[in-house]
Nanobody, 120 residues
Framework: QVQLVESGGGLVQPGGSLRLSCAAS????????MAWYRQAPGKERELVAA???????NYADSVKGRFTISRDNVKKSVYLQINSLKPEDTAVYYC??????????????WGKGTLVTVSS
C-alpha cells in the first residue's frame, strides 16, 4: 500500500508565493519520476513540472521561470516552489510518483490534491 499526501496549498494574493509538498509512504522500494499536475475549474488536468530520478526537470511553458520542482529521496518527497503567482494558476495541484513497491509492482500513484487559489 502506497499513499501520497500533498500539503501547502491555500489562498494567496497575485504576485505571492507558495511551497507545495508531497510525501509518499508505504511499501516503497524505489521512487522513479515525480511530477506535479494541476486542474483548474472546467479544464483538464495538465502537467506542471516533473523531475526524474536523476534530477532532470521539465516544466510547462506557462510556469517556466516561476515554478521550481525539487525532490528529496530520503524523505520520499517532492516539492513545488511557486512564485509570482497569477490568478490563472488557481487550481487543484496533484503530485504523482512512479513507484516500485517492495512487492516489485511498478505504477503511478497520485495524491488527492491541494487547492491553490490566487485572488486579491
Amino acid at each position: 500500500q502506497v499513499q501520497l499526501v500533498e500539503s501547502g496549498g491555500g489562498l494567496v494574493q497575485p504576485g505571492g508565493s507558495l511551497r507545495l509538498s508531497c510525501a509518499a509512504s508505504g511499501s516503497i522500494f524505489r521512487i522513479n519520476a515525480m511530477a506535479w499536475y494541476r486542474q483548474a475549474p472546467g479544464k483538464e488536468r495538465e502537467l506542471v513540472a516533473a523531475v526524474t530520478s536523476g534530477g532532470s526537470t521539465n516544466y510547462a511553458d506557462s510556469v517556466k521561470g516561476r515554478f521550481t520542482i525539487s525532490r528529496d529521496n530520503v524523505k520520499k518527497s517532492v516539492y513545488l516552489q511557486i512564485n509570482s503567482l497569477k490568478p490563472e494558476d488557481t487550481a487543484v495541484y496533484y503530485c504523482k510518483m512512479n513507484i516500485r513497491t517492495v512487492f516489485q509492482f511498478e505504477m503511478d500513484y497520485w495524491g488527492k490534491g491541494t487547492l491553490v487559489t490566487v485572488s486579491s
